[in-house]
């Protein structure tokens, strides 16, 4: 479960002389709360690399077989070739697939997900979208997520769900023919997978921007712990 340890700083008195002389100023006081609990921390840094892999190694494959009239760059890929690609790929599947049915369990077992990730108000998430594009969505509780991140985290959860599911099905079209009926057959499935992929990578780059642009919630990955201000 999620803790919320507080370690507050001491107080500092400063007296003033002057016009001021006889005022007491109190230096703010900071409480450090646990956010992020050491198996979502592993599994966040996991993950990350899990689709840095897949993503490289999803280009390289599709790559041999350009289906959408462009290519990416070599540069960007990984695996030197259509086999080493998969080879690659399959690795960082096993990876993402593992690592997050681990996620997902702790999540639901212990109701990590449920307090991050809900309410889910419809109207809410647009109102912080909003927010967000005028550069005026707040940042003043760090410890919760806001409507546009609970939306944000809920779908790339069933983005990545998507991308295993037709990764399968491209994998092992025989096998896992009654889901690649749901995709539109194998040539679905190819676009079901390649658009999934394309928005979790949009999804990575928001949420690096994001981190950027409140540099302070990074540390907290690392240590589970973010400042905040003593009430």
Same mark, same amino acid.
């Given at each position: ?17 002057g ?14 709360v ?18 840095l ?11 041999? /077989? ?13 695996g ?22 681990v ?22 998430v ?7 594009v ?5 940042? /003043? ?45 194998y040539?679905g499935?190819?676009y ?29 990955m ?10």
């Amino acid at each position: 479960m999620d803790e919320t340890t507080v370690s507050s700083g001491a107080r500092a008195a400063t007296t003033h002389s002057g016009p001021l002389q006889g005022v007491v100023l109190m230096a703010p006081q900071w409480k450090y709360v646990r956010v992020h609990p050491l198996i979502v921390r592993i599994t966040h840094w996991i993950n990350a690399l899990a689709i840095l892999l897949m993503v490289a190694s999803g280009w390289r494959i599709y790559n041999a /077989d350009p289906f959408l009239g462009f290519r990416f760059p070599d540069a960007w890929t990984l695996g030197g070739w259509l086999a080493g690609a998969l080879q690659w790929h399959f690795a960082a599947m096993w990876l993402l697939a593992l690592n997050g049915f681990v996620y997902v369990a702790y999540g639901i077992v212990s109701g990590h997900l449920w307090r991050k990730l809900t309410p889910l108000n419809p109207l809410a998430v647009v109102r912080d979208i909003g927010h967000a594009v005028r550069g005026r969505l707040a940042h /003043d509780d760090l410890t919760m997520y806001n409507a546009a991140q609970r939306a944000a985290y809920f779908g790339v959860i069933v983005l990545l769900v998507l991308l295993i599911l037709s990764g399968l099905v491209l994998w092992k079209p025989v096998q896992f023919h009654a889901i690649g009926m749901l995709m539109g057959d194998y040539e679905g499935a190819r676009y079901v997978h390649f658009f999934s992929m394309a928005a979790v990578v949009l999804f990575v780059i928001v949420h690096v921007l994001m981190v950027a642009l409140v540099p302070r919630t990074f540390p907290s990955m690392f240590t589970g712990r973010i400042r905040t201000r003593a009430s």
